[in-house]
């Protein structure tokens, strides 16, 4: 069972600021950027490289409620980043597909 499995599970706690039916958003334990919120997938995907088809409407609802998320935590006329980790290189911790928000201050490209 991966670290976001127990969270959603309510075995290990999160600050959790939004919850439906197939995604939960919680605030990142080390933050990147004054806002930095995950969302995630209630049912597991491992990554993007590993989606099929069938997790195509999940995707979309999980991209569609970062949006959500981002206007919620007042990021929506700033500007936010949206994150998607794939695999160790590409910076992935979890092996849970996740979502990273990040806000609240200009974000440089490309991050260093």
């Given at each position: 069972?991966?670290?976001?499995?127990?969270?959603?599970?309510?075995?290990?706690?999160?600050?959790?600021?939004?919850?439906?039916?197939?995604?939960?958003?919680?605030?990142?334990?080390?933050?990147?950027?004054?806002?930095?919120?995950?969302?995630?997938?209630?049912?597991?995907?491992?990554?993007?490289?590993?989606?099929?088809?069938?997790?195509?409407?999940?995707?979309?609802?999980?991209?569609?409620?970062?949006?959500?998320?981002?206007?919620?935590?007042?990021?929506?006329?700033?500007?936010?980043?949206?994150?998607?980790?794939?695999?160790?290189?590409?910076?992935?911790?979890?092996?849970?597909?996740?979502?990273?928000?990040?806000?609240?201050r200009p974000l440089?490209?490309?991050?260093?």
């Amino acid at each position: 069972m991966t670290l976001f499995e127990k969270i959603i599970a309510r075995q290990i706690p999160a600050d959790i600021v939004y919850e439906d039916d197939q995604v939960l958003a919680f605030r990142d334990i080390k933050p990147q950027a004054p806002t930095h919120i995950l969302i995630i997938p209630k049912r597991h995907v491992t990554r993007v490289n590993e989606a099929q088809s069938g997790d195509a409407a999940l995707l979309g609802h999980l991209l569609l409620k970062a949006a959500e998320v981002a206007r919620a935590a007042g990021l929506g006329e700033t500007g936010y980043r949206l994150v998607i980790n794939n695999g160790p290189d590409g910076g992935e911790t979890v092996p849970h597909l996740h979502c990273h928000l990040l806000g609240g201050r200009p974000l440089c490209w490309p991050p260093g």
